[in-house]
């Protein structure tokens, strides 16, 4: 996705990350089109999971995008952050905002919190041990 660190902030779980769409992301009035918003705001709320489970990886369950505004062809970013966080299912939300810095798109997901590929169930100490 192209994506760049812009910084954590520990105490309110906040991820940031910016992005730049490529050429190909354009719609025919010149802006992002609003679907591929959805990839870089889901990247961004997985880094937020990840922060939020000490390094636990996530597959999302469902992801809902509301699109605010058009999003110019510019760098913009994404703020995410863990909502709530149990040992199964973490909830996350996050703002994207244009290269201005008005808020341009919220999104929410649902997501199910997975260990690394190889990784048993019996947790990190059993890592690519298998099952």
């Given amino acids: 996705m192209g994506a760049q660190f812009v910084s954590h902030d520990e105490a309110s779980g906040t991820v940031e990350m ?16 609003g679907g591929l918003l959805a990839g870089p705001m889901d990247e961004a709320m997985g880094a937020a999971v990840y ?20 999003v110019a062809m510019e760098r913009f ?28 798109a919220r999104a929410t997901a649902t997501t199910l919190v997975t260990g690394w590929p190889g990784e048993s169930q019996g947790g990190a100490g059993d890592k690519g041990r298998g099952a």
Avoid: C, W, Y
Wanted: a positive charge; glycine letters at 10%; proline letters at 5%.
């Fill in 18 to 33: 910016a992005f730049t769409p490529p050429d190909g992301f354009a719609n025919m009035r010149g802006s992002v089109q």
């Fill in 51 to 70: 922060l939020a489970t000490g390094g636990k990886l996530q597959l999302t369950l469902d992801i809902n995008l509301s699109l605010l505004r058009p």
């Fill in 77 to 104: 970013t994404v703020k995410a952050r863990a909502v709530r966080s149990g040992r199964k299912v973490t909830f996350v939300e996050a703002e994207l905002f244009d290269h201005e810095g008005k808020l341009s």
